[in-house]
């Protein structure tokens, strides 16, 4: 989910702390400074989570430990931060244990961009949300298909 609905990449799940996410009083923020060594490119960006996300937060929230800032989110077998490899990994376990053929690490990115680009949202709004410096970047993440085709066509 939170590849999917804040458009973060693997690397930058697995750097995630509870600090982050959640506040001193144990509540989801609305959103959260990524830090440049957290991120790719090594700039800093904010993090907006919507309100689907949030609440599977405070789900998520509820099945672990919430006292130190610093431990990770999302904890590997080990109980520390998973490395970038091993997250894209499990990604990749999870989409094929789920029967998806084709989806990578990033698929989940690529689909929040290409969603909220389908809902009318402006190309450097995207790049401000994914992160990328250059706009051409986030245009290379904005799927096209046949049914959006018919229907842009149909907007004259």
């Given at each position: 989910?939170?590849?999917?609905?804040?458009?973060?990449?693997?690397?930058?799940?697995?750097?995630?702390?509870?600090?982050?996410?959640?506040?001193?009083?144990?509540?989801?923020?609305?959103?959260?400074?990524?830090?440049?060594?957290?991120?790719?490119?090594?700039?800093?960006?904010?993090v907006y989570l919507n309100q689907r996300?949030?609440?599977?937060?405070?789900?998520?929230?509820?099945?672990?430990?919430?006292?130190?800032?610093?431990?990770?989110?999302?904890?590997?077998?080990k109980g520390g931060h998973f490395?970038?490899?091993?997250?894209?990994?499990?990604?990749?376990?999870?989409?094929?244990?789920?029967?998806?053929?084709?989806?990578?690490?990033?698929?989940?990115?690529?689909?929040?961009?290409?969603?909220?680009?389908?809902?009318?949202?402006?190309?450097?709004?995207?790049?401000?949300?994914?992160?990328?410096?250059?706009?051409?970047?986030?245009?290379?993440?904005?799927?096209?298909?046949?049914?959006?085709?018919?229907?842009?066509?149909?907007?004259?």
């Open positions: 989910m939170v590849s999917f609905y804040a458009g973060l990449r693997a690397k930058e799940i697995a750097a995630l702390s509870v600090g982050n996410v959640f506040d001193e009083a144990g509540a989801v923020r609305e959103q959260f400074i990524l830090s440049a060594a957290q991120s790719k490119g090594g700039q800093t960006r904010t996300l949030r609440r599977a937060l405070v789900d998520y929230g509820d099945t672990i430990k919430l006292v130190d800032p610093q431990q990770a989110l999302f904890a590997s077998q490395s970038a490899n091993t997250m894209c990994q499990l990604f990749l376990d999870i989409y094929k244990a789920c029967g998806l053929k084709d989806a990578s690490s990033h698929s989940g990115r690529r689909t929040y961009i290409t969603r909220l680009a389908n809902k009318g949202v402006g190309v450097r709004l995207l790049a401000a949300l994914a992160g990328h410096a250059h706009i051409s970047t986030t245009q290379r993440y904005i799927d096209v298909n046949a049914e959006q085709l018919a229907n842009a066509v149909e907007l004259l």
